[in-house]
């Protein structure tokens, strides 16, 4: 498996992104605390049969700079961004996949976007009642 790291500009900011694999899309969105590099095992295993792609949020590694401060931090605006890079892949619906704050991220932007969502994996949704 070969990961590619690329940067992409989309909704106004920069996203960085792994990527590895062809096929369908799968879109990895990481919790608070992490951000791409999470997702490394299971790009390895996902590579195989689709297209792997594991974004860091904004604010996240390796654009987590103090000096960027935090402005736009906040699930609206990752989800703002989550769907303006899958606008940006133009790669037909893809399947996401998050976890903790991504899957809220996620849930977001599969209810305001359907089209762009084949399916939705959330795993421990941080979403508030």
Same mark, same amino acid.
């Given at each position: 498996m070969t990961v590619v790291a690329r940067t992409m500009e989309a909704g106004g900011c920069r996203i960085h992104f792994a990527e590895a694999g062809t096929g369908m899309p799968?879109?990895?969105?990481?919790?608070s605390l992490s951000d791409q590099r999470y997702w490394a095992p299971q790009m390895e295993a996902l590579s195989a049969r689709f297209r792997a792609i594991a974004p860091s949020l904004r604010h996240h590694h390796p654009d987590a700079s103090p000096a960027a401060g935090m402005a736009g931090y906040g699930v609206r605006q990752h989800c703002a961004d989550l769907? /303006?890079? @899958?606008?940006?892949?133009?790669? $037909?619906? /893809?399947? @996401?996949?998050?976890?903790?704050? $991504?899957a809220h991220v996620c849930l977001l932007a599969a209810l305001q976007r359907p089209e762009l969502v084949e399916s939705l994996v959330l795993a421990d949704p941080a979403v508030p009642l």
């Open positions: 799968v879109v990895l969105v990481h919790g769907v /303006a890079f @899958l606008q940006a892949l133009a790669a $037909g619906p /893809a399947h @996401l996949v998050g976890h903790s704050r $991504g």
